[in-house]
DNA sequence: TTTTCATTCAATAGTTTTATTGAATGAAGA
DNA sequence: TCTTCATTCAATAAAACTATTGAATGAAAA
């Protein structure tokens, strides 16, 4: 039957991009990439995958076209292919988060072992930078910083936030972010935050969310620049 | 690490889901029933299943908590686990139109064959109800259509509209609609309209859209019974 | 030109997914 | 009780996916 065929053609055309999505590396890699575009060796480094395994993944993501690359100089850099996959993304984040217990456990049980750190949403952030009462504080590395971040966030690193911390205020409520509600980068500032005397919270979801918000971002002039072996890998 | 072994989890949790969703089969079947409850024999005749194949399909999707299931007498009822199924499915139909050259080629070049039909958007339909210039059908099996329509439309399967055409008025617009924008039945109804001098369009989506945008539905208040012998499949 | 090196390619083995088949289950009806 | 039959289960072979390894590519730098 010829609507038979159509429909078998287009629902397979349609899984050539589900099954991009079928695993959990190319998962992490498009949270990653959601934060700006990034090299194939950064993207291994956070994902803890090998350069060539990465690449692969890179690639399979290419070809159901929910990635681009684009070369400079000898680095090849991937990118989210439109604001749609980041909201397909996110879409499937809640939908995890509604549906399967086992990541809610998961993800509950992982924080409160870490003490009860203070969240607050992205409205609640956004009041507050009104009344200019916080300081906001991007916790990701610096690539992805000057990518693009929160209007008016500073830069501290988690990395180098034991030798930066005093420059903050301590009268001042500092709200951390990084990448997005997987991300862990935040409570761990926070929580350093909080042993020292500061008061910390984290914005629940991260850069990428804010951004589709369409919420006042900076973005650095020169994020084309790369200065050699600077690239710095995540901790974990 | 600590972190690592914990995203890991997380993203493995996650892509059971999007693994789930890895397969054409199973993207048919979530858009079949998208529309509502359905057995495993209905599934399986709508997608061109066996019945062993579907019911493994479904089991998967079950897992993955995107359906659930419920007995009713004999038979073994699926349906969408809830809202969010749907609308992760509407995220990626969307991704896909967006970024696939492919699905759009497949999708314009099969409805051009089919002569130009006119289609209309749900607000244009919305407003057209309001000034009772429409009559709106629904041409998906009469199943579908007792588990839940558009308010006030009227039942006229495909295969049944040869014989039921005369009940309907020339003199005003008919709309049909079916069980989304990947089915091909208000298409058919339409062509069909049109031949026989009667003035059809298709609405662009189908029923489970204009259910999720809360516009006015009704249902079946005994849509538990189930005549013996009765399920009748698509032609597809 | 030669060297460097980020990335990709190609081959492979191990694992997972898939469709098919026929049998098993188990609830409803006779 | 026995029969019916919608669904699930179990086994299997074919296909697809995945991580690993080491080599190849090819553009930039020396």
Redesign the pocket.
């Known amino acids: 039957m010829d609507i038979r065929k159509f429909k078998t053609s287009l629902y397979k055309e349609m899984s050539g991009m589900t099954?991009a999505l079928?695993?959990p590396?190319r998962l992490e890699i498009l949270d990653l990439l959601a934060q700006g575009p990034a090299?194939?060796?950064?993207v291994a480094l956070n994902t803890n995958?090998?350069?060539?395994?990465a690449?692969?993944?890179?690639?399979?993501l290419k070809n159901a076209f929910l990635v681009e690359?684009e070369?400079r100089?000898?680095?090849?850099?991937y990118k989210l292919a439109n604001k749609q996959v980041f909201e397909t993304w996110c879409a499937l984040r809640r939908l995890g988060f509604i549906q399967n217990e086992e990541i809610n456990k998961l993800f509950n049980d992982f924080r409160k072992k870490r003490k009860h750190l203070k969240t607050i949403s992205t409205d609640d952030l956004v009041k507050k930078i009104k009344t200019d009462s916080v300081v906001v504080v991007d916790v990701r590395p610096e690539e992805e910083f000057k990518n693009g971040h929160i209007e008016n966030a500073l830069s501290f690193p988690l990395m180098e936030l034991r030798e930066k911390i005093s420059e903050l205020p301590k009268e001042k409520e500092i709200v951390a972010y990084c990448r997005g509600p997987l991300c862990m980068m935040a409570d761990d500032a926070v929580e350093f935050l909080n042993q020292n005397g500061y008061s910390g919270s984290r914005l629940e979801k991260g850069y990428p969310d804010w951004s589709a918000g369409s919420l006042p971002i900076e973005r650095d002039e020169c994020n084309q620049r790369k200065e050699k072996g600077k690239t710095q890998g995540s901790i974990y």
């Open positions: 099954k079928g695993n590396h090299a194939v060796e950064y995958l090998s350069v060539a395994n690449s692969q993944h890179l690639q399979v690359s070369k100089g000898k680095y090849n850099y």
